[in-house]
Nanobody, 115 residues
Framework: QVELVESGGGLVQPGGSLRLSCAAS????????MYWYRQPPGKQREFIAR???????NVADSVKGRFTISIDNAQNTGYLQMNSLKPEDTAVYYC?????????WGKGTLVTISS
């Protein structure tokens, strides 16, 4: 059983930055990819970024150049650094991973971009 807990969300003005964290209950990110998704108000959940256990990353075109995904395996924590935030980045942000053939989601953290 894996527990994922996101944190770091909040209200930020356009152009600002936030760093989201995803703390895992075990060393799952050393062996499994970690994903960030988001769900804007009234819309479907969408893929944002992925990082593999050996550090390979890819991000969605909508956030490329602004968002960076990383992991700290010593802390069992993944991060999403978000810069140059826009109102359309407003969403609940979730982390996700697979472990032992099961899929796990955190409960999400709300990010609101507004002036």
């Amino acid at each position: 059983q894996v527990e994922l807990v996101e944190s770091g969300g909040g209200l930020v003005q356009p152009g600002g930055s936030l760093r989201l964290s995803c703390a895992a209950s075990g060393s799952v990110f050393s062996f499994n990819a970690m994903y960030w998704y988001r769900q804007p108000p009234g819309k479907q959940r969408e893929f944002i970024a992925r990082i593999t256990g050996d550090g390979k990353t890819n991000v969605a075109d909508s956030v490329k150049g602004r968002f960076t995904i990383s992991i700290d395996n010593a802390q069992n924590t993944g991060y999403l650094q978000m810069n140059s935030l826009k109102p359309e980045d407003t969403a609940v942000y979730y982390c996700n991973t697979n472990h032992n053939y099961r899929n796990y989601w955190g409960k999400g953290t709300l990010v609101t971009i507004s002036s």
